[in-house]
């Protein structure tokens, strides 16, 4: 997976310091845990991902189908007040567009002038739970809904975390509760020699890894 893969630094640009290097490692390991999880869940629920497409076997596919609740069954069991917040829920949508959309626009205008390598958008947005069969039309319309929204908000998260970098890479004083990934590489709070003396060198690291070009994944 490439989210997996050490990065490729320019030649120009220094070496990990020891504190990124271990911050690096359990980073890397973290992300090793998760794809290792993702393979024992297909093992355990018998299915494969092939060019983006998910295929359960035969006999779990059938009984994914049996599972699924009728809508009509699903109206009649569902809480009054979630029906009624609903479209509250679903208004949210629009803000959501326009947020992916003007971050968008943002790191396409402005990153290549910084010298930031943009972030690739489709990573963060991995649309397969509508095709759970023992999902009827409703969830499936939920989760969508979900995993567009939380997508949205780690892609921004990213994008705001290489502007960070670039413009002020400094730690907070007091802790944050979650920190983003880039945030472990800041400068300690106070450290004004270390801020002067290597800033240039943290926001060298924005910059796109050498190697070969990606190829692009073909349609499923």
Not at 42 to 61: L, Q
Not at 93 to 122: E, H, K, N, S
Request: aromatic share 12%; charged share 25%.
């Amino acid at each position: 997976m490439t989210m997996l893969q050490v990065p490729v630094l320019p030649p120009d640009v220094p070496p990990l310091t020891p504190h990124e290097a271990r911050v690096a490692r359990r980073l890397y390991a973290l992300r090793r845990d998760a794809r290792h999880e993702a393979f024992e869940q297909r093992r355990r629920w018998r299915y494969r991902v092939r060019r983006g497409r998910v295929e359960f076997d035969r006999e779990m596919a059938a009984l994914h189908a049996r599972l699924r609740q009728s809508l009509p069954a699903y109206l009649r069991d569902a809480n009054p007040f979630s029906l009624l917040t609903a479209p509250l829920i679903y208004s949210l949508l629009l803000p959501f567009v326009l947020l992916d959309a003007w971050t968008t626009a943002y790191q396409w205008i402005c990153f290549p002038i910084y010298g930031i390598a943009r972030v690739r958008r489709a990573p963060y947005f991995v649309l397969d739970r509508h095709k759970l069969q023992y999902l009827n039309a409703i969830e499936k319309a939920n989760c969508t809904f979900c995993t567009y929204a939380n997508g949205v908000i780690d892609y921004v998260r990213e994008v705001a975390a290489r502007t960070e970098q670039f413009w002020c890479p400094i730690k907070h004083g007091s802790a944050v509760p979650e920190p983003h990934a880039r945030y472990h590489h800041f400068f300690d709070y106070g450290d004004g020699e270390r801020y002067h003396r290597d800033l240039l060198r943290l926001r060298g690291r924005l910059r796109a890894p050498a190697g070969p070009p990606r190829r692009r994944r073909r349609p499923a």
